[in-house]
């Protein structure tokens, strides 16, 4: 398994890789989103991922923008 772990703040969030010990900040708008996005598309992961969040309550947002972009 693959554990990523997001911390989200106001502002930006970080995109912790438990399996690497990787992590990175980004931030929340939609330049900071596809970063993200984009990082995502270039990482290969052969086993299934199993994400994780920690939030005040911008998780619906964060949820939302996520589903947004990978439809894409």
Same mark, same amino acid.
Not at 9 to 34: M, P, Q, S, W
Not at 52 to 67: A, D, P, Q
């Given at each position: ?5 997001? +911390?989200?703040? $106001? ?9 690497? !010990? ?5 931030? *929340? ?8 996005? +984009?990082?995502? $598309? ?9 994400? !994780? ?5 911008? *998780? ?13």
């Amino acid at each position: 398994m693959n554990y990523l772990r997001f +911390d989200l703040h $106001k502002n930006r969030f970080t995109a912790y890789n438990a399996t690497t !010990g990787r992590y990175r900040d980004y931030r *929340t708008g939609e330049v900071g989103i596809l970063s993200f996005i +984009d990082d995502c $598309k270039r990482t290969t992961y052969k086993e299934p991922i199993v994400m !994780g969040v920690e939030s005040t309550g911008n *998780t619906l947002y964060f949820k939302r923008m996520l589903i947004c972009f990978f439809s894409i």
